[in-house]
């Protein structure tokens, strides 16, 4: 049996809970245990927060994988968000010894220390490395075929590739090779690796320009002909599925992409309800791709 | 911004900027980081490469332009550096292996300093001062956790009000509290200083 | 008591540090007397022993300059000059010798200000040091 | 018993004006072996060098200090004078009393003092100094040049039109090189093949050539006058010297791959020759695609051969030449674009690199000279040039590649003249027209009406209907960021190091660059030549260049290789290391410090011992050093000598 210790962060929990069970029931199966991280915090996100202080940034980040140290195990995060701000905050935690102190002065005061110890690793590395797609494929019971889907990667995960260190950054494969084990049909799209305008802060100062960010995704989308968006970052998941609402909202355009956290989309390959995957919460329904997935089978 | 009629002097640009930059974001970033903006030659690939510039007036070419040439003022004064969503796409491809984002993000710092935060952003931060989380739980998502068979609250500060505190007390002690102007008493936003 | 006036000896490459040296001379640029230029064809050809032995006859400073890294005449003479030296460096603490008595120095053809200037600086710092006590001084 | 003479120049008031010359002498003639000191107002002048040589003959000196100027400027005139006076000129010692002490100190006594020591130094060294003579080794008059590109070829046909032979080895199956692949050369857009065939068929004729092509130089031994390499003949799959090259095999031979020569924009034949003027015009059998080869059945090009040359089984050769000088002139390859995925090369089908256009462009190629677009083959009206391709990148090649902003116009001048109404874009960074004649060829592509867009593209996507990529980058003149469908890319891709370079450099010893090209010897003063004696760079093998320059650093390295050759023997500096045989351990650590491979372990009747080739060291001393047991020795820089002048430099009070 594997165990990590699981950061949630913000949106996961506060947000999108369906999201949390479904992967850590998928992760059950594969005889993976999720460890909570008691009293962590905001990671806090890596584009807005190191934008206003970085050292408070770092400091906080310290903090949540100094707390998620103690359990003794790595650190997986399901949001590329959380992922950019724990892992870059190892990376310059551990390159820099004098930054490092200056921070654990900090945190000895709220009785933790930074170590260094613990692996930064992304929920998508535990499924397309320590499980991998032979082993998803296997598990699937009733394979996705027929079914188009668009990938959305995110940056935090992936960029900047020089500390990350997951390859390419321009045409990554991974999410699509998890899709692909699903029996669903990765379908590339324009702008595939586009932003999809929830970070930096932008979301919170000017929502129509991250908006008009996640319109143009969707579009490109909708025009390549994909059933779902699957993504691999909550922030990235909340920004298209809540983003839809708000922008029919204000532009009145509608969009209704289903939009699934990767775990989800194996979730229904196994037969999981849309209630127990946490759909029925969202602000998109997923009739259309249960429909399609239903009508398939007839 | 020290222009005359339509005509720059570079001789009233504030030369110093580049060392300012360089000693906001060193202790941090290593020197290096903030000093490859010098190695800017103006190709414009970041801008090119930018999903923001292709809707918004934001020039990452054009701040680094103007940084190294110290247009201090329109730099941190300007709204455009805020709409960056620090995707990494111009630090991914930039020739000249400029750090761009970090810059950027250390720019940003500098800018707050100087008071160039806006109302929304001084919000978010506060959200974290109260709960711990910048996004925090909502009535509806308690019942949808329970639905789900979670506890009402996740095992965060939501859950530990001692995590919170010490939270708190990070946040005291980097001065976070004093650059958003947060209030301990009222536990709220002062006004704008 | 006339004031300490220190003794130092330097082993200068044929190729770059020794043609630094002329460069000085050329452009007239002053600097202390105290130094004696031993030419020696490369930076690498300089034997711990040499150094030991200047110390042991009471010089008060010894420098030895080569071609920058990379720019080395015989290819790669002055890494191996480099190696030696620090090496000998760490071990004079033990010995009872004063590192800062001896003195690598990259300082190519075209160098002469930085030869003047780093023969200014080594002087000082030696002066400040004071005389080395191996030597038998009259 | 020695006479040392020392000699002491006023050089004017250089040195006379800060040293007292005279109070200078009369100490210096009081040291040991010191018989006579004189001064003298310019040393180097006639009458100062006849005082010398006359004291040599009549107060019989064996050993000469002269005190003035720095070695580098006279010693070679004093060393003539000793010579001419029968004394050998290794006995001679520079004291540097003017760069080292009149032109940098101003108190006289302090620095008369110092000249003093300098003298006492140069008297203690000279004292020691052995008699050497230089050694003289025999020179193999002919010279090896590798890699038969336009660079090769210049080489060559210099050294063997002033009469000397050449051994002239090619990779590939034909002569001509990258130059041979380009359609036209700017800025004068003569076309490649019209200058180049003219010069290749010239090396086939020379009698003095030695050509050996398809074949690769796999070792090479020896030193300056005097090396060896073994050259490997690759089999062509037949009998050359039954073959006619009548290209019927070419013709009958029903296999059909893409061709390497044409970029993969055109096929070849399992038998085949890179292209019709071809030298030799000898066609080679690719084993790789060969039906008969690969599952026994054709033999097509057997049976329709009318001189029967075909011979599969026929093996590689081997053969040594002997050369006394080697010239390095094994070109480029041009960068694969594959790995800035953010243009889609590979994956996109209309976005080609510039070579792969140069086949399109050139006469003889897949298209005759047409210019059409991989995906539908339809003539592409809207072409867009992406310059600095890997080029000036840190993620990809530092450097610039100097012919990429030429060569874009110019292709982009010809598909202009050609189709007057296609609109052409050529997206740069800056516009490096530093050429004779470039500016202006520049200026004559605008006026043609080519759109130069200043950016640098960050990114390519494509139409997925029409197949058109778009291309998206900030017109930084404009300031805005810009996007535009075009029928057709072209990547300027830049210059990379050869892909067996590393395997030629390790053979012969070079340093690289960093940029994993050739180093020379000097950056400016010595460019084709090698830290290796006897060693030279020609073309692109030592960085990115055009033709010109690569044809004046040809000719260079003629020069360099005939400043050999040109010599029935070499007089070999005498200033290096020996060992000295009874003390030597044959530990072998000498031979592991030598950047020259000049010393190797010899047996000794039955122990190992170094043995050092005086025609290869160079004299630095590093072996000196690194010997355990100080049984290896530099010529007059002993340490017995270094430390008698370290007692003379200290010697003296302050």
Not at chain 2, 25 to 37: A, N, P, Y
Not at chain 3, 91 to 104: A, E, F, N, S, Y
Not at chain 4, 584 to 612: F, P, S, W
């Amino acid at each position: 049996m594997k165990e990590y210790a699981i950061f949630l962060g913000c949106i996961i929990p506060n947000r999108y809970p369906g999201i949390e069970t479904t992967s850590t029931s998928i992760l059950k199966d594969f005889d993976i245990e999720l460890l909570p991280i008691n009293g962590a915090s905001c990671c806090p996100a890596p584009g807005v927060f190191s934008s206003f202080h970085l050292e408070s940034w770092l400091a906080i980040a310290a903090r949540n994988i100094a707390i998620g140290e103690e359990t003794g195990r790595d650190i997986v995060t399901m949001c590329n968000g959380c992922y950019g701000s724990l892992a870059e905050a190892n990376h310059l935690l551990n390159g820099n010894k004098e930054l490092k102190d200056k921070i654990n002065d900090i945190l000895s005061k709220v009785g933790c220390e930074f170590k260094g110890n613990s692996k930064i690793k992304h929920m998508i590395e535990v499924f397309s490395e320590d499980i991998g797609v032979k082993k998803i494929q296997e598990y699937m019971k009733n394979p996705l075929d027929g079914i188009k889907v668009c990938t959305h990667y995110g940056c935090h995960f992936l960029k900047p590739s020089e500390i990350k260190k997951h390859g390419s950054s321009e045409r990554p494969k991974f999410l699509d090779e998890l899709v692909r084990a699903t029996g669903a049909e990765s379908i590339d799209y324009k702008d595939k690796t586009m932003c999809c305008g929830f970070g930096g802060g932008v979301r919170a100062r000017d929502i129509d320009v991250t908006l008009d960010f996640t319109r143009e995704k969707l579009k490109n989308i909708i025009s390549a002909g994909g059933d779902c968006i699957v993504d691999q970052c909550a922030s990235c998941h909340l920004e298209f599925d809540r983003g839809q609402a708000e922008i029919k909202k204000i532009y009145g355009e509608e969009f209704r992409l289903p939009v699934l956290y990767f775990t989800q989309l194996i979730g229904l390959g196994i037969g999981m309800g849309q209630k127990e995957l946490g759909l029925t919460f969202q602000n998109i329904p997923a009739e259309s791709l249960l429909d399609k997935i239903n009508g398939r089978k007839k | 911004m020290p222009v005359t009629k339509n005509i720059i002097r570079i001789n009233d640009l504030n030369s110093g900027f580049i060392e300012e930059l360089v000693e906001s974001g060193r202790k941090i970033f290593g020197e290096d980081v903030l000093r490859s903006v010098e190695a800017c030659i103006q190709c414009g690939c970041c801008t090119g490469s930018c999903p923001s510039s292709r809707r918004t007036a934001f020039r990452t070419r054009k701040i680094f332009r103007e940084t190294s040439l110290g247009f201090k003022e329109s730099v941190l004064g300007s709204d455009d550096l805020w709409l960056c969503t620090t995707c990494y796409t111009c630090y991914e491809r930039c020739p000249r292996g400029v750090k761009t984002t970090d810059i950027i993000r250390v720019l940003r710092n500098m800018a707050v300093r100087q008071g160039y935060m806006a109302e929304a952003h001084r919000m978010t931060a506060s959200y974290v001062f109260k709960t711990g989380h910048g996004v925090p739980i909502n009535e509806e998502v308690q019942r949808q956790r329970v639905e789900l068979g979670l506890n009402r609250l996740p095992p965060t500060t939501h859950s530990f009000p001692e995590a919170l505190r010490s939270v708190q007390e990070v946040l005291r002690l980097t001065g976070f509290d004093e650059i958003v102007g947060f209030d301990w008493e009222t536990m709220e936003l002062r006004g704008r200083k | 008591m006339t004031e300490f006036s220190p003794r130092i000896v330097a082993f200068c490459c044929n190729w770059c540090s020794y043609v630094g040296a002329d460069l000085a001379g050329t452009s007239r640029l002053q600097y202390p007397d105290n130094i004696r230029i031993i030419k020696v064809m490369c930076s690498g050809q300089v034997f711990p022993s040499y150094i030991l032995k200047a110390l042991e006859l009471g010089a008060d400073g010894v420098m030895v300059a080569g071609c920058h890294i990379g720019d080395c005449h015989y290819v790669s003479g002055n890494k191996k000059a480099q190696e030696r030296v620090e090496t000998l460096l760490r071990v004079m603490k033990t010995l009872g010798l004063d590192p800062r008595r001896v003195r690598l120095e990259w300082i190519s053809a075209s160098e002469g200000v930085k030869f003047a200037n780093t023969v200014k600086e080594f002087v000082e710092e030696v002066k400040e040091l004071g005389p080395n006590q191996l030597g038998v001084r009259e | 018993m020695t006479n040392i003479g020392v000699y002491i120049c006023h050089c004017g008031t250089n040195i006379a004006g800060v040293v007292d010359v005279e109070a200078l002498a009369k100490r210096v003639a009081k040291l040991k072996d010191v018989s006579l000191a004189r001064d003298y107002k310019y040393m180097c002048s006639n009458p100062g060098q006849d005082l010398i040589r006359d004291d040599i003959k009549h107060r019989n000196l064996d050993r000469v200090v002269v005190a003035a100027c720095s070695p580098r400027m006279h010693e070679n005139t004093y060393k003539k004078v000793l010579a001419s006076a029968g004394l050998n000129p290794f006995l001679l010692e520079i004291a540097n009393i003017r760069e080292q002490a009149s032109w940098v100190h101003l108190d006289k006594e302090k620095t008369t003092n110092k000249a003093f020591d300098l003298i006492n130094m140069a008297v203690s060294k000279v004292r020691m100094d052995e008699p050497l003579t230089s050694m003289s080794a025999n020179v193999i008059q002919r010279v090896l040049v590798i890699g038969a590109g336009i660079a090769g070829i210049q080489t060559s046909l210099d050294i063997a039109n002033i009469g000397y032979d050449v051994v002239l080895v090619e990779k590939e199956q034909s002569i001509g090189g990258r130059m041979s692949q380009l359609g036209k050369t700017f800025p004068t857009l003569d076309c490649s093949a019209c200058i180049l065939t003219p010069k290749m068929v010239e090396v086939s004729s020379n009698p003095r050539i030695k050509l050996f092509t398809y074949s690769e130089v796999e070792e090479i031994s020896g030193f300056i006058g005097n090396f060896k390499a073994k050259i490997r003949k690759k089999s062509r799959g037949l009998d050359e010297s039954l073959c006619t090259g009548c290209g019927l095999c070419q013709e009958k031979c029903p296999t059909r791959v893409p061709s390497e020569y044409d970029e993969k924009m055109g096929k070849r034949k399992a038998i085949y020759t890179l292209f019709p003027q071809a030298v030799p015009n000898i066609p080679v059998i690719d084993r790789a695609s060969c039906l008969y080869i690969t599952k026994g059945k054709c033999g097509v090009c057997k049976k329709v051969c009318p001189v029967g040359a075909i011979d599969y089984e026929r093996g590689d050769e081997f053969i040594e030449e002997e050369v006394g000088a080697v010239v390095v002139a094994s070109g480029f390859d041009p960068f694969d674009p594959t790995s800035k995925e953010e243009y889609g090369f590979g994956i996109y089908k209309n976005v080609i690199t510039g070579l792969q256009l140069e086949r399109l462009l050139h006469a003889a190629g897949p298209t005759q000279g047409e210019v059409v677009r991989p995906s539908d083959g339809a003539v592409p009206k809207r072409i867009a040039f992406v310059q600095c391709v890997g080029s000036r990148d840190e993620h990809a090649n530092k450097y610039c590649s100097r012919v990429c902003c030429m060569y874009a116009i110019k292709n982009a001048l010809l598909i202009k003249e050609h189709h007057p109404e296609s609109e052409i874009f050529i997206y740069y960074i800056d516009i490096r027209a530093f050429g004779k004649g470039y500016e202006e060829f520049y200026k004559r592509a605008q006026e043609k009406g080519i759109k130069f867009m200043r950016g640098r593209v960050a990114e390519i996507f494509e139409e997925p209907a029409s197949r058109n990529p778009v291309i998206r980058a900030d017109d930084t003149l404009l300031g805005m960021v810009t996007e535009n469908e075009v029928d057709m890319v072209v990547l300027s891709v830049g210059m990379i190091p050869r892909s067996d370079s590393s395997r030629i450099q390790k053979m012969l010893g070079l340093a690289a660059s960093p940029d994993g090209f050739f180093m020379e010897a000097h950056a400016k003063l010595r460019p084709v030549d090698t830290l290796v004696d006897g060693v030279f760079l020609a073309g692109t093998a030592q960085g990115p260049k055009d033709i010109p320059d690569t044809v004046a650093q040809a000719k260079g390295a003629a020069s360099g290789a005939l400043g050999v050759v040109s010599h029935k023997a070499l007089l070999l500096s005498p200033l290096i290391s020996e060992v000295d045989e009874r003390l030597c351990r044959g530990c072998g650590d000498c031979k592991d410090v030598c950047e020259y491979g000049a010393i190797e372990l010899v047996t000794l009747d039955t122990r190992k011992v170094a043995k050092i080739n005086p025609a290869i060291c160079k004299g630095c001393g590093s072996c000196v050093v690194a010997c355990c047991n100080g049984s290896i020795k530099l010529r007059n820089f002993t340490d017995s000598i270094t430390f008698a002048m370290l007692e003379a430099a200290l010697g003296g009070a302050l």
